[in-house]
């Protein structure tokens, strides 16, 4: 069996999965094509740390390029017969001196074994190729709703010389991206798998004292050591303290360099990624191993959230249905711990859940952490109201698909403060409480789940209760621990 993986240590992923891509591809394509049409996609391409550096950075491939052939090289292109569903891969002839600084230069047919793809020729003679071979080629346009970002579709020297249809290709495979097969399912699971371990690792060393950064590095050495992944696949989140309230914090002006403190929450939001595939999981935990009464409050309360939108989940809910779920779940709790008061139908109306939680309730995962087509044409819109908004779908959900659930309560200061002031809000919260709550941060429990015929199979493996977490805590396996 042809299949990519590091070492003998690490996952084994067989190349039948992106031959089971291009069959999908081509299934849903056939009606639609004429008998000579390709689809025809552009592989990414080296990219260098500066306008004239000559430093590369380390590549990962161009999600659907990746989808289809899972090529991990740099500047091919790929070409699939619809029809027929043949494989053409292109690559660059390399210049001799390729052998001198960068190492052997394979020739077609390792590359033919490699990928098992019916046929491999040099990016030279591709449009004599092509030409003999397709009436028109495929190419990907598309919107990414996340993004907010056009893709470029593919060009070379010489796609003049072919009918090329820009309208066909994105739609249907970010369609079939978002219903994962089982082989990218294990993939994924072992992302999780990874990931799960090396948030264990990093309870297991935290102590007061340490640097936010160095948690940083901690995952991402045991992702890498221990699972051969080279890459996280967002920018590691490794909040204490006050830090766990900035939605996205790690960012190059916020990089993880926080001391962290004796008595400060965590948020702690890394993910690695294995051949691509994605993992994104958060974990909330006191620095020093102990929940404060006012620390197991916030959490326990983000917990019931989070696990009562897994108990609901299954095919024929709708993800806007989850995402007030979790919003009603939260608040009741809220008003249990005093910090909000009123009914809380109200407050929903009233959109108190997202002064608490101003993100989406999950998205969809696979080669993008936020994988594609959240909103196509056919489902429903991106809501304008406060919270789900956030939401990167609103679909209904279907066996097949993974996402993340990642209920959050965080104490923002800005969004308190403009609630404040809000007469339609303000009545709801009681100030006097919240006061002492401004300084917590926030908390974030994020899963990832595959949506089953009945329910959902849960990806994620780390302490979730507070008395496992505290129990991690105090463990010191020696295959784990660093500081
Ligand atoms: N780590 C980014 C997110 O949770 O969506
Ligand atoms: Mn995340
Ligand atoms: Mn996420």
Known sequence: MVAYSLSSETLSVPMKLFTKNRLRLSEELASKVSRKAFV?????????????????????????????????????????????????????????????????????????????????HYICDMVNVLKSAADELLLLRGYNTDSGRYNEPASFEGIENFKT??????????????????????????????????????????????????????????????????????????????NAAILHYGHAAEPNSKQIQDG?????????????????????????????????????????????????????????????????????ELKEMELV???????????????????GLGHFIGIDTHDVHGYPDDAPTRSSLPGLKSLRTARELKAGMVLTIEPGCYFISKLLN???????????????????????GGVRIEDNVVITESGCDLLTDVPRTVEEIEAEMQKSDMKLTMF
């Open 40 to 120: 025809f996609l552009e592989g990414g391409k080296e990219t260098f740390r500066g306008n004239t550096s000559d430093a590369a950075y380390v590549f990962r491939q161009e999600s659907n390029f990746h989808w289809c052939f899972g090529v991990t090289e740099s500047d091919f292109y790929g070409a699939i017969h619809v029809k027929t569903c043949k494989a053409i891969l292109f690559i660059p002839k390399l210049h001799p001196d390729y052998e001198i600084w960068d190492g052997k230069i394979h020739d077609l047919e390792h590359f033919k074994t490699k990928y098992e793809v019916d046929e491999v």
């Open 165 to 242: 249809d820009l309208d066909l290709l994105y739609p249907a495979i970010s369609e079939l991206r978002v219903f994962k097969t089982p082989e990218e399912i294990e993939v994924i699971r072992y992302a999780n798998k990874i990931s799960s371990e090396a948030h264990r690792a990093v309870m297991q060393s935290i102590k007061p004292g340490l640097f936010e950064y160095q948690m940083e590095s901690l995952f991402q050495h045991h992702t890498y050591a221990k699972g051969g992944a080279r890459h996280v696949c967002y920018t590691c989140i490794a909040a204490s303290g006050n």
């Open 264 to 332: 400060d929450m965590c948020m702690f939001d890394m993910g690695a990624e294995y051949y691509c595939y994605c993992s994104d999981i958060s974990c909330s935990f006191p620095a020093n191993g102990k929940f404060t009464p006012q620390q197991s409050g916030i959490y326990n309360a983000v917990l019931k959230a989070n696990r009562a939108v897994m108990d609901a989940v299954k095919p024929g809910v709708l993800w806007t249905d989850m995402h007030l779920l979790s919003e009603k779940v939260l608040l009741a």
């Open 341 to 359: 008061v009123g009914d809380v139908d109200e407050m929903m109306a009233a959109r108190i859940g997202a002064v608490f939680m101003p993100h």
């Open 418 to 440: 403009d609630a404040f002031l809000d007469e339609d809000k303000a009545k709801f919260l009681n100030r006097e409480k919240i006061r002492d709550f401004m300084d917590f």
